[in-house]
C-alpha cells in the first residue's frame, strides 16, 4: 500500500518541493523526507483526509522547516544553472513568485505549479477554500504589480 503511494505521488511532491528551492539534490532530499514522514506517522493518519493533500503539507512544512534555515539566501538570485536550462521567462516567473509573501506564494505554487483545485489548496494551507481562492487572486495582483512596475513585496 505505501508503495503504491509513493509511486503515485513521488513525482508530484518532488516538483513541489523543486518549485520551493530551485534546486534537484534539494527538492530530493526534501521530498524523501516527506515520505519518511508519511510513513512514520502513517498509523496515525488513516484516511482523516485525501491522501495528496496530506503529502503536499508535510512537503509544506519541509520546505518551511528549511526556509527558516536558510532565510537570508533564499532565491536573491536566479540560480545560473537553471537560467540554462528553462526558458528566461518561466524562471523570472518562479522567481517573482518566490518573492511574494509566503502564504500567497503557497497559493500561487499549489494552484499554477501544481494544478490544485482551491477546496484542496484550502485542506493543505488549513484555510477555507475561499479563502484560497482569494490568496490566489491578490497574488496574481501582486504579480501583475512586480511585472509591470518591478516593485517587490515584502516577504521574503
Known amino acids: ?13 518532488f516538483r513541489y518541493c523543486y518549485h520551493h ?14 515520505f519518511v514522514s508519511f510513513i512514520e506517522h502513517y498509523g496515525r493518519y488513516r484516511q482523516e483526509g485525501r491522501t495528496r ?14 526556509y527558516k534555515k536558510q532565510r537570508p539566501f533564499i532565491m536573491e538570485k536566479v540560480p545560473e544553472q ?10 523570472v516567473v518562479k522567481h ?9 506564494r503557497e497559493a500561487i505554487v499549489l494552484r499554477y505549479f501544481q494544478g490544485l483545485k482551491y477546496t ?3 485542506a493543505i494551507l488549513k484555510i477555507s477554500s475561499s479563502l484560497a481562492k482569494y490568496r490566489v487572486k491578490k497574488g496574481l495582483e501582486l504579480l501583475a504589480e512586480m511585472e509591470g512596475g518591478g ?5 521574503h
Open 82 to 91: 537553471e537560467a540554462g536550462t528553462c526558458m528566461e521567462e518561466e524562471v
Open 120 to 122: 484542496d489548496i484550502g
Open 151 to 155: 516593485h517587490e513585496t515584502k516577504g
Open 53 to 66: 493533500n496530506y503529502l503536499y503539507t508535510i512537503a509544506k512544512n519541509k520546505c518551511i522547516d528549511h
Open 96 to 104: 517573482m513568485v518566490m518573492c511574494l509573501p509566503e502564504e500567497l
Open 1 to 13: 500500500m505505501l508503495e503504491k503511494i509513493i509511486r503515485k505521488y513521488y513525482d508530484e511532491i
Open 21 to 34: 528551492v530551485e534546486s534537484s539534490a534539494l527538492a530530493e532530499d526534501l521530498c524523501q523526507d516527506t
